[in-house]
């Protein structure tokens, strides 16, 4: 069974930084490219990055790049985010989740869904 | 920029179909996801490749694709399907883009 269980949110000022965790079990987790989702207080879902398998490609959401950093230890079946510079309107829950890709011998490679979720933590930016 | 349009709510009677559309571009939605979040829990992957359902998820729980909307039907609707529901479409260039989610009211 996969389990992702997220850690590392809590209360910071505006401009500070934190650093979330997410260990990852039940899976192949080198074989797998990773994401965060975050969710704002009574919004909706929104991604903020995602990791190829090896670490070695990384994408970011507009409202995020330049701030944030995403990485992997796949010696530890470990998911980071590194969030500097961070804002009012980055409070949200932030999820780890597992991407999936399936292979159509018609179509070639199909758009990738995400089939597990963690429990996600919570980050609040606030003085 | 990319945009998935859905109604913020739909209201239906137990026992009752419902049906929650989410609309975008042609080529994006012909492959969208779909996620259920009840209140308080995690997002959970109820429709994936437009059509196709995980293991686990009820039969009840449907995809279908037409033109440029996508929409996820749920039959004989329970009181447990109460929840928000929310599509998602991937493309190289967009990455990753979520509608804005439905809420499901089971009245």
């Known amino acids: 069974e996969v389990h992702l269980v997220e850690s590392g949110g809590g209360l910071v000022q505006p401009g500070g930084s934190l650093r979330l965790s997410c260990a990852a079990s039940?899976?192949?987790?080198?074989?797998?490219?990773m994401s965060w989702v975050r969710q704002a207080p009574g919004r909706g879902l929104e991604w903020v990055s995602a990791?190829?398998?090896?670490?070695?490609?990384?994408y970011y959401a507009d409202s995020v790049k330049g701030r944030f950093t995403i990485s992997r230890e796949n010696s530890k079946n470990t998911l980071y985010l590194q969030m500097n510079g961070l804002r009012a309107d980055d409070t949200a829950v932030y999820y780890c989740?597992?991407?999936?890709?399936?292979?159509?011998?018609?179509?070639?490679?199909?758009?990738?869904?995400?089939?597990?979720w963690g429990q996600g933590t919570l980050v609040t930016v606030s003085s | 920029s990319y945009e998935l349009t859905q109604p913020p709510s739909v209201s239906v009677s137990p026992g009752q179909t419902a049906s929650v559309t989410c609309s975008g571009d042609?080529?994006?939605?012909?492959?969208t996801s779909w996620y259920q979040q009840r209140p308080g829990q995690s997002p959970v992957l109820v429709i994936y490749?437009?059509?196709k359902r995980p293991s686990g998820i009820p039969e009840r729980f449907s995809g279908s694709i037409s033109g440029s909307t996508a929409t996820l039907t749920i039959s004989e609707t329970q009181g447990v399907d109460e929840a928000d529901y929310y599509c998602?479409?991937?493309?190289?260039?967009?990455?990753?883009?979520f509608g804005g989610g439905t809420k499901l009211t089971v009245l």
């Open positions: 989740a597992k991407e999936r890709r399936d292979y159509d011998i018609l179509t070639g490679w199909l758009p990738p869904y995400f089939d597990d």
């Open positions: 039940g899976f192949t987790f080198s074989s797998s490219p």
């Open positions: 990791i190829s398998e090896s670490g070695d490609s990384t």
């Open positions: 042609t080529l994006g939605v012909k492959y």
């Open positions: 490749e437009g059509t």
């Open positions: 998602q479409a991937w493309d190289s260039t967009i990455n990753w883009v």
